[in-house]
């Protein structure tokens, strides 16, 4: 079912030229299910990072696009074509994973052509096409050299100009930068922001358990959990109106506390405007939810550190009342632990003149904009997933017969 002229709704998803998606698929290794009924699309030339704990199924969503395991069931589409039944040598994808695989007794270059040369693009035009990946990941000058010659930073470049190298309309990046120091990850996370802004009809699926990386790339974060797809949405739209606890603590740090609904009301702009107390005895506060809650009713208020404001003078305006635990200077920001009815919250703020002392009362207030009730019936918590009973030494599904046919042990994972 490629996406045709006629067809434009298919251009606009995944299913189109470019793109990328997932329709309903679901991956089991020896019955155990590890990617459960997972959809997604991406849009030609947009990047989407997929964010989760490890062992949630981002690699195996990967690995099913480039074409290393199987689906027992759905459709995966890939630059315009169902690529389902495809050998990953016959998908034309780009894919970098977290340890390079370059082939130890090839120089730079030859890992670079040595895409190219199974995909049979034309002799010619090899030359050109590396020297051009090489001086998109300003490996130009490391040509002849061989892989134990660089640094991982240099390794991954190579890695990732290989990738490029087959000019794929579909880039699948597997934790690329978490073999690499925190200084090196944060230049690399630049050069690919770049790199993308170069290639801007690349469609990049991008693995990650780091929040910070997905922020950074992402035009979209879909959020994993026990194999099953949480909640996507734009990283904006994540931090500022989650629509799962389990979002809501992924992307960004959050108090996520339970409440006592008291009150509801429509406001003019579609969203809701709720009154809740985070105990018997306390003042009711107003929170902003996307679906209107009943009154009696437990759900969880969800409060972001950087949100919250501090003062010692009496606030009833939006505030609840804490017995400070702690104190954390950081330079410049400081880190607060409170005690609020039995409850840890927690507030990040740049450098306070007078911070509060260990022990001292304070009121900690915000706006009734930034403090989100979640949805109910959307903890992301959703019952686990065969997933989190797999074991890991368990030996692994039959993997499609090219896979081991086409490539050489050291670049198990590297599609071409
Ligand atoms: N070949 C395999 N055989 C059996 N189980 C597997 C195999 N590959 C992965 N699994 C299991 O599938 C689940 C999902 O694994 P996956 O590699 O997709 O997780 P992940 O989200 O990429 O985690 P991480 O962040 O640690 O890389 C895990 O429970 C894992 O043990
Ligand atoms: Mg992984």
Same mark, same amino acid.
């Given at each position: 079912?490629?996406a045709?002229?006629?067809?434009?709704?298919?251009?606009?998803s995944?299913?189109?030229t470019?793109?990328?998606?997932?329709?309903?698929? $679901?991956? #089991?290794y020896?019955?155990?299910?590890?990617?459960?009924?997972?959809?997604?699309?991406?849009?030609p030339?947009?990047?989407?990072a997929?964010?989760?704990?490890?062992?949630?199924?981002?690699?195996?969503?990967?690995?099913?696009?480039?074409g290393?395991?199987?689906?027992a069931?759905?459709?995966?589409? %890939?630059?315009?074509?169902?690529?389902?039944?495809? +050998?990953?040598?016959?998908?034309? =994808?780009?894919?970098?994973?977290?340890?390079?695989?370059?082939?130890?007794?090839m120089?730079?270059?030859q890992n670079?052509?040595?895409? =190219?040369k199974?995909?049979?693009?034309?002799?010619?035009?090899?030359?050109?096409?590396?020297a051009?990946?090489?001086?998109? $990941?300003?490996? @130009?000058?490391? @040509?002849?050299?061989?892989?134990?010659?660089?640094?991982?930073g240099q390794?991954?470049?190579?890695?990732?100009?290989?990738?490029?190298?087959?000019? +794929?309309?579909?880039?699948?990046?597997d934790?690329?930068?978490?073999a690499?120091?925190?200084? !090196?990850?944060?230049?690399?996370? %630049?050069e690919l922001a770049?790199?993308?802004?170069?290639?801007?009809d690349?469609?990049?699926?991008?693995?990650?358990?780091?929040?910070?990386e997905?922020? $950074?790339?992402?035009d979209?974060?879909?959020v994993?959990n026990d194999a099953r797809?949480?909640?996507v949405g734009?990283?904006?739209?994540?931090?500022?109106?989650p629509?799962?606890e389990?979002?809501?603590?992924?992307?960004?740090?959050?108090? !996520?506390?339970?409440?006592?609904?008291?009150g509801c #009301?429509?406001?003019?702009?579609?969203?809701?405007?709720a009154?809740?107390r985070?105990?018997?005895?306390?003042?009711p506060?107003?929170?902003?939810?996307?679906?209107?809650?009943?009154?009696?009713?437990?759900?969880?208020?969800?409060?972001?550190?950087?949100? !919250?404001g501090? $003062?010692a003078?009496?606030?009833h305006?939006?505030a609840?009342?804490?017995?400070i635990?702690e104190?954390?200077?950081?330079?410049?920001?400081?880190?607060?632990f409170?005690d609020?009815?039995?409850?840890?919250?927690?507030?990040?703020t740049t450098e306070?003149?007078?911070?509060?002392?260990?022990?001292?009362?304070?009121?900690?207030?915000?706006?009734?904009?930034d403090?989100v009730l979640?949805?109910?019936?959307?903890?992301?918590l959703a019952?686990?997933?065969?997933?989190a009973t797999t074991?890991?030494?368990?030996?692994?599904?039959?993997? +499609?017969?090219e896979v081991?046919?086409?490539l050489?042990a050291?670049?198990?994972?590297a599609a071409?």
């Amino acid at each position: 079912m490629a996406a045709t002229e006629a067809d434009p709704s298919a251009r606009q998803s995944g299913r189109g030229t470019g793109g990328i998606r997932f329709e309903d698929v $679901t991956v #089991a290794y020896n019955g155990n299910v590890v990617l459960d009924s997972f959809s997604l699309d991406v849009a030609p030339g947009e990047v989407v990072a997929l964010l989760g704990p490890s062992g949630s199924g981002k690699t195996t969503a990967l690995r099913a696009v480039a074409g290393f395991v199987r689906p027992a069931s759905g459709r995966v589409y %890939a630059g315009g074509r169902d690529v389902t039944d495809l +050998p990953p040598y016959k998908r034309g =994808l780009g894919m970098v994973v977290q340890q390079y695989a370059l082939f130890p007794h090839m120089r730079v270059e030859q890992n670079v052509a040595f895409g =190219l040369k199974t995909q049979k693009v034309a002799k010619s035009t090899i030359p050109g096409r590396v020297a051009e990946a090489l001086r998109m $990941t300003g490996m @130009a000058q490391y @040509a002849k050299r061989y892989p134990r010659e660089l640094s991982g930073g240099q390794q991954q470049r190579v890695a990732i100009a290989r990738a490029l190298a087959i000019e +794929p309309s579909v880039l699948l990046l597997d934790e690329p930068l978490s073999a690499l120091d925190a200084q !090196l990850r944060s230049g690399m996370l %630049a050069e690919l922001a770049r790199l993308h802004r170069e290639l801007p009809d690349v469609s990049i699926l991008y693995v990650t358990h780091d929040q910070i990386e997905a922020l $950074t790339l992402a035009d979209r974060i879909a959020v994993m959990n026990d194999a099953r797809l949480v909640e996507v949405g734009t990283a904006r739209e994540l931090y500022k109106r989650p629509g799962t606890e389990f979002a809501a603590g992924f992307v960004g740090n959050s108090n !996520l506390l339970p409440v006592t609904v008291t009150g509801c #009301a429509p406001q003019p702009d579609g969203s809701f405007r709720a009154t809740v107390r985070i105990a018997a005895e306390a003042e009711p506060v107003m929170a902003t939810c996307t679906e209107p809650a009943t009154v009696g009713e437990q759900r969880t208020l969800c409060l972001r550190p950087h949100f !919250l404001g501090l $003062t010692a003078a009496e606030h009833h305006d939006n505030a609840f009342l804490g017995k400070i635990t702690e104190v954390q200077w950081r330079g410049s920001s400081h880190r607060v632990f409170a005690d609020a009815q039995g409850h840890e919250v927690r507030l990040d703020t740049t450098e306070l003149r007078n911070p509060p002392v260990i022990g001292d009362e304070v009121w900690f207030h915000f706006s009734t904009e930034d403090a989100v009730l979640i949805p109910a019936a959307a903890s992301g918590l959703a019952p686990a997933a065969a997933a989190a009973t797999t074991d890991p030494t368990a030996p692994t599904a039959a993997e +499609p017969a090219e896979v081991s046919a086409t490539l050489p042990a050291s670049a198990d994972g590297a599609a071409r």
